[in-house]
């Protein structure tokens, strides 16, 4: 494996802490009621393991490298985690992306297929987000939000109340270079490098959020120490798969 690919491997894995895996806002807030109500709880038989956004009433979008934790279902209609019924839960079928081998070496983006349809607007608690319509540039320094539940701070607590935080959009060419060139294709970077808000190691699946669309899924960071990040965090950008996204809808299969 590549030494870079091991690294960002290691990182992932190194944030995987204590009963509650999964996401990791750093300076951020608690999500307003009812404000996101995409947001999906992707997880084991073991509990939470990584973020994800509903889309359709048939499926979800997370990142293909939460399938090492073999996910089984996804819990939808909540911005609490300790506040679940079996109600909210949906076991899944996994549609990864086809070209995905490691997290290192992009293609990190992975669909859920619900065994129900979500029951859309019922109580006003289920919504999906919408996606880009086409492929995209974000403006440098454009400002959007990650979102997701758990820790708070490097080795912190686990969060169940959902948080969000605002992040800039760093160029590419700039985040490049600040990763020595060795990023996958097809990413967006915003936050961590810079200023002291994105997400932390285990923060997986969750969307990136510009003027309300989800743009990007959090795939990776290079620093166990999430305060203080010294390179940009990493998502995968949901623009260059739309052709993809769009097949699979339309067969309602993978």
Known sequence: MHALQKLLLFCVLAGFRGNALG????NGKKAKEKSMLYMASVQSKAGHICGGFLI??????TAAHCDKWKPTSVVLGTHHLNKLNETMRYSVKK???PSY?????GNDIMLLKLSVKAPLG??????PIKLPSHKMKLKDNKKCQVVGWGMTSTKGEVENDLREVEVP????EKCQKLWKNKLPSNVICAGGYGTKKGFCQ???GGPLVCDKQAVGVVSFNNNDVCDYPDVPNVYTDVSKYLP?????LKKKNC
């Open 23 to 26: 996401s990791e806002i750093i």
């Open 122 to 127: 019922k109580k006003g608690l289920i919504k």
């Open 56 to 61: 359709s009433e048939d499926f979800v979008v």
């Open 101 to 105: 081998k490691e997290v290192g070496s």
């Open 202 to 204: 285990g923060d997986s």
């Open 244 to 248: 993809w996204i769009k097949e699979i």
């Open 95 to 97: 549609c990864k992306h």
């Open 169 to 172: 959009v760093i160029n590419l």
